[in-house]
């Protein structure tokens, strides 16, 4: 499940609204980390919180990361993440105390 706090959000918005710098593909570490004006560990801890979500692809060097289709998409995934979270905490057990309840129903008019 996408877990975004704040400054991942954030960056992740930034990095959204920002064209690729490298080759158009790829954005710079240092200077997307100028851009989002987050001192330097905070910055590279999200970043790197960002690629353990599969947000973004870092380099193993981190010298630059690319956006991937989840973190492209994170508002509907996250979307689709709660509509699960709904069906699976509130749709289906109250379907299963319906049915079971009008199983017992019909077992005493029996």
Known sequence: ???????????????????????????????????SGLPYLEYKETVTYLAQLG?????????YYRLTTVGRHYREFSGIEFREF??????????????TTLATNLLKLL
């Open 1 to 35: 499940m996408l877990r975004l706090n704040r400054d991942s959000r954030r960056l992740l918005d930034l990095i959204i609204a920002t064209p690729p710098m490298l080759q158009g593909v790829a954005y710079d570490f240092c200077q997307m980390q100028e851009l």
């Open 55 to 63: 947000a973004i692809d870092l380099d193993p060097r981190m010298n």
């Open 86 to 99: 709904l069906l699976k905490s509130i749709v289906v057990p109250i379907l299963v105390a319906f049915v």
